[in-house]
């Protein structure tokens, strides 16, 4: 065959290819994601290029601007109207950007700024050979107990990959509540999973507990992220997209150009209703509801503190973000499907999380159930199907947040010899060792029983109303069964460390640096102001209600 032949053959071949067009990608939109994402990575390289002595201070000033950069970025946004006139859907139908996303995407950037400072308090700990320790290994690769370690704690080595990790999972649950399709959904579940799976297991004290939790929060993330996966697939094969609003279309029946190749399989329903129930499985394991939580005491009592403070704020907001879109935006025509499950889900959610909260012993684990509890509670603002569910879940959500990481950043300052002295007994007395933390901690405890003139009473009361006016009364007589339930054992804690005597062996409370006081305060202002003043805040929330379809 001759070369003009076979040029001939290549260009008739390649004609078609050359249509191809560029992605168009809205780099400014999408900025908020970009900074952290952009972040991290500079983090990585202070890693490999930076002197050991001067890392940590690095890793918190970039991950501290980038923080607040993206969270300028995300206001701008807002101010700029993408929230609620220009919501649009962004990256070639990837990403929305919509009142929701930016909602959701700012109360995680202010948690993760929380998070940064509770994670660089270096003042708990007595110094170690002279150097100040923080709450994470000195040297996360050695095995505990081993020579290396002793050497690495000898030699004032600190773990600053934290910080980077810490962006990775920030930048990866900035995706996850605006993902518009399944792919991006999934990628953006690994990209904040995979560093969390990491942070939990580099605690400095009680370090085969902290690797205990590390494995079993991988191996039932594994689980939970495979299913996820196989519920995409089918999804796919069922609606021949993976994109929210062909899927939706499907659903209703609406859609218009029907590949013929997919003809055959679409509007099979035991394909939507397995898929379905396999990605909501797996959206429902990472907000801990019943019965997905089994994860949820074992690593909150094992990981860091700072972590497990972060983690319990951030990822409910990221998991229930990304569960209203899936079924406010592709499934709303599915509603009577898959109503009553997650009213089933919700009631044992409410109920188990209380039940159980009320046996433990550690105040950690108390708090791991009680999240669950609280994972319930949104749960009946999402099953309300109206504008004013979504809007109660976002207040919710955010309000939850602030008491979460203030309540774990207070856990930290009380110490022992062996370090955190979690165990609720240590805890008698410790109003009159110490009034002023008991103080804030029983504010943040108030908070989580949802007592009047704090945010947690308004954010039950919105999620309750909005369930009520969606039909769902029954939900709302378990909430507040629960609530109740709840109560006993917040107020439990609060009694024990006002009126009872002070153990002569108990803990101290450590006086932390102005990073964790910031953490504390802040957590403090917003429980009472979002509980005296809500009004401005639910009004936000509600401007911010509406999903871009």
């Known amino acids: 065959m001759s070369a003009v032949a076979v040029h001939s053959l290549w260009t008739t071949a390649a004609d078609p290819i050359s249509k191809i067009d560029a992605p168009k990608i809205e780099y400014a939109q999408l900025s908020p994601t970009l900074i952290v994402i ?64 930016l909602f959701l995407q700012g109360t995680i950037l ?36 081993s020579d290396s370690e002793k050497a690495a704690v000898k030699a004032g080595f600190t773990t600053t990959e934290v910080f980077p990790l ?29 560093p969390l799976y990491l942070l939990c297991a580099v605690a400095r004290r009680k370090r085969l507990m902290s690797q205990e939790a590390a494995v079993k929060y991988f191996l039932l993330g594994a689980f939970a992220s495979a299913f996820t996966l196989f519920g995409i697939a ?57 019965p997905f939580h089994m994860w949820t005491p074992d690593v909150y009592q094992g990981a860091p503190t700072p972590v497990t403070g972060f983690m319990a704020a951030a990822t409910k907001v990221a998991a229930f973000g990304a569960l209203l879109r899936l079924l406010y935006v592709v499934l709303p025509g599915l509603r009577w499907d898959w109503r009553p499950v997650m009213m089933a889900v919700a009631i044992v959610t409410m109920l188990g999380g209380a039940i159980v909260a009320i046996t433990q012993t550690d105040i950690k684990r108390l708090l791991a159930y009680s999240s669950i509890a609280h994972a319930g509670f949104i749960l009946a603002g999402v099953i309300a199907t109206s504008p004013d569910g979504v809007s109660s879940v976002l207040f919710y959500l955010g309000a939850y947040s602030f008491v979460t990481i203030g309540a774990f950043a207070v856990v930290t300052l009380v110490r022992d010899a062996g370090g955190e002295a979690t165990h609720l007994s240590k805890w008698a007395g410790l109003g009159r060792r110490s009034p002023l ?3 804030v901690f029983a504010v943040f405890l108030l908070a989580f029983a949802g007592i009047p003139l704090t945010s947690g009473f308004a954010g039950k009361f919105a999620v309750f109303k909005a369930a009520a006016e969606g039909g769902a009364g029954a939900l709302v007589v378990v909430g ?69 379809r």
Do not use: C
């Open 38 to 101: 952009g972040a991290a990575i500079i983090g990585v390289l202070i890693e490999a290029f930076v002197p050991r002595k001067s890392r940590y201070y690095a890793q918190v000033f970039v991950s501290v601007v980038a923080l607040v950069a993206a969270f300028a970025a995300v206001v701008a946004l807002a101010v700029g109207g993408y929230g609620t006139t220009k919501a649009h859907i962004a990256a070639m139908g990837a990403v929305a950007v919509d009142g929701p996303a």
């Open 110 to 145: 202010l948690a993760g700024v929380l998070g940064v400072f509770t994670f660089a308090e270096r003042r708990l700990d007595p110094e170690a050979h002279g150097n100040r320790v923080d709450s994470f290994a000195a040297q996360a690769a050695s095995v505990p107990g």
């Open 166 to 194: 810490l962006l990775f999972a920030i930048g990866g649950m900035l995706v996850f509540p605006a993902a518009n399709d399944l792919l991006t959904l999934f990628i953006a579940l690994e990209v904040f999973s995979l």
């Open 234 to 290: 089918l999804l796919y094969g069922y609606a021949g997209s993976v994109s929210y609003a062909t899927i939706s279309q499907v659903v209703d029946g609406t859609i218009q150009n029907v590949n013929p190749a997919l003809a055959d399989t679409m509007g099979n329903d035991a394909l939507l209703l397995i898929g379905v129930a396999m990605v909501v499985m797996g959206l429902l394991f990472k907000v801990g509801a019943v």
């Open 437 to 439: 933390v008991a103080a």
């Open 480 to 548: 507040v069964i629960s609530s109740a339930i709840a109560a006993f054992f917040y107020i439990r804690v609060i009694v024990l460390m006002f009126f009872s005597e002070p153990r002569a062996d108990g803990p101290t409370v450590a006086v932390p640096s102005p990073l964790t006081m910031t953490a504390i305060a802040v957590g403090v202002a917003v429980t009472l102001v979002l509980g005296v003043a809500p009004q401005y805040f639910l009004d936000l929330a509600g401007q911010a209600g509406v999903f871009v």
